[in-house]
């Protein structure tokens, strides 16, 4: 495969023979082991200090070479991530792992960028083309380096026999379905509940806020076929690599991931900014942990990049340039999900006589028809290629047709807007040195829809809610629609128009994508969604911020780790006057009395009351108050609506209500109780929530390779405490009580002493399994330990582990 590439010609040298002893002390930079690589694409020497727990600094003399190399050492510690990242989103996955992988291509190609470019760039500000050229040209450098020197060709790559892909800077801002997406599988879930029962009836699946009553659009017939969304589940899922995906020779082998409840894939993040008024150092302090699906490699990489006029230290994603999360030695920053409704699903009814138009407006109207060749690796060479009609409404990609009814259905979602490749528009606001001027770089933020959380070295703090905010003039967005023309988009909510907070009188903001509009914002006329994260994780953020005279960098570490669930604290209290005469439910309500719903994973209060939650009350719970019908139309309910309706029973649990709902509780914990002997024995006190729940880091060949390769690729299982509605998240499958995502990164960041901020990054730095560093924060995370977020160039090679010098290089081409 070499043979395909034009070679810069590359030399590296070791200047240090070995690495000095460690014996438990950090080694210095003088001690340290320089590895000196010459390449073709720099102007001036960069060097790339690697700290003790794996964190690449990168100190450059201008911002052309910062970038250049943030892709060049990108590629060089997560070169297989990277690249598998690019081919799922450009939809080249079956070039290198063969016929199972063409229909997932298929679907990712629907929702790639198709529109004008120089709009797309302009939309990032006037230097964002060339932020992105310069990265991917440092990619393209070090897959050039492994060309020349394939013995470092990552074990990935090897396994399965193929070779990194080169990069273009288009390449990193088309690729949209990476990104956290919105309602539109709520739609169908809502959709489906009201074909089988009522809309009022999924008011128990999800609850709607601020409090708001949804209606069936005119002219839809809400009976959706039950795999509508499988196209749109395999454009947005990761990929999974197997014996038998590779082996396939069959096109419509279409490697799938298990579904999952809803709930069980909610992905969130808490922050929060502390004034200097309310901090125990004098200064501000930003704390953020986005909780994210959790894998190996992990999903966020921490970095600094260090020119005289531009120095940023945080987490990003490693396949794009810049960072997302930190600060830059003036302003410190952070983000959670706030959730604006960006998808809406269309209806169509199509034209019998050809099933390629679709009537709009009274007239037929021909979709656009786009053919592609898709390359298929057959053997050992991609060897054929098949091709893909694609298919596209004026509201977006057809992701569905449904001949026996002569209809078809099609997504329109914000993020197929100029603009809205996630995060990147970061580069914008790393530069900001104000409030004012980070809030006129979040004029153009799209992608994702986000909290941002500011503070700055002059003590202010604040709150910017961002993203492309649909405007829907005449319905709501909660359900699909016709694409007849009657319910169509008329623009977009300006920055301007979402709301926004600057130090305000209680000394602090806290966001955990919890329904935060604030008292009197006119949510009825701009409706810019009403499905939002349980607030379980924000009130117990509030009620601790607000309990503390002075907040601490410590206490920020002790909020990040917190294992307090407010349900679990719920349910303990509707248990405690309660009674029975049957022997095991007596046992489980002496377990749980007067336990501080503190998720341990050493806790067997925490191991009931989950399972007890997750596979008996919710399903009660729905069975008890809605009909039949209804109750089999989803998973698990809205556990905000069930508790408060638990707290307060009505007429939907039938006659005398308060004696419907404590029969309720008592039958389905006791069933909790038994299958709690079941699952861990007859001594209680031997059970543990953490030999439930555990955290498991997998390597997407996990399911290709032996055992012992995929204990040195996966990182876990690990035993974890707890729970969905914990600051410290741990959402798990019902299944197996795997966890599902949670925080890998945690940053708190001491704004102004900026060598006190601290960091962690679940599994480790590095996507090389063979690296120290692939692993070596695991541990550190479940303890709920840090490491120290170092900025200033003293402090950095003070504890530089690993130094590598690039000189500029002549092309020998």
Partial sequence: MRSTFRLRRLSITVVCAALAAFNGVVAHATDAPVETITVEGLAHPVDILIDHWGVPHIFADNESDAFFVQG???ARDRMFQIDLWRRRGLGQLAEVFGPAYVEQDKATRLFLYRGDMAAEWQRYGPDAKQIATRYAAGVNAYIDWLAAHPEHMPYEFRKVGYWPARWSADDVVRIRSHGLTRNVT???????????STLAADTIRFGLQPPWRTTMPDGLDPCLPDDVLKVFELATQSVHVTRESLKSADASTTVIAAADNPEEVTEGSNNWVIAPAKSATGRAIMANDPHRAYAAPSLRYIQQISTPTLDIIGGGEPSAPGISIGHNGHIAYGLTIFNIDQEDLYVYQLNPANPHEYRYKGHWEPMRIVHEQIAVRN????????????????HGPVIYTEPAKRRAFAVRTAWLEPGMSPYYDSIRYMRAKNFAEFRRALATWGAPTVNQVYADTQGNIGWLP?????????????????GDGRYEWAGFWRRDDLPAGYDPSSGYVTTSNEMNLPEGYPYAQRKLGFEWTNGSRHQRIDELLKSLPKVSIEDSERLQNDIVSIPARRLVALLAPLNSDDPHTRLALALLHGWDAQMRADSAQAALEEVWLSRHLRRAFKQAVLPKDAAHAFGAPDTAVMLDMLEHPDARFGENPPAKRDALLLASLRDAYDEMITLQGADEHAWAWGKLQTNLNAHPFAGLVDDDMRAKLNVGPLAKGGSAYTPNQSTYRDSDFRQTNGPSFRVIVDVGNWDNSRAVNLPGESGDPDSPHYRDLAQMWLDGRYFPLLYTRAAVEAQTEKRIHLVPGESTR
Avoid: I
């Fill in 72 to 74: 060049f050492n990108a």
């Fill in 466 to 482: 961002s993203g492309l905010a649909p405007k829907r003039p005449n319905w709501d967005g909660l359900m699909p629609v016709p």
């Fill in 379 to 394: 053997g050992e060479t991609a060897g054929k290629t098949v091709d893909a009609e694609l298919a596209f409404t004026r």
């Fill in 186 to 196: 709520s739609e169908v879930a809502r959709a489906k509940v009201a074909c089988k």
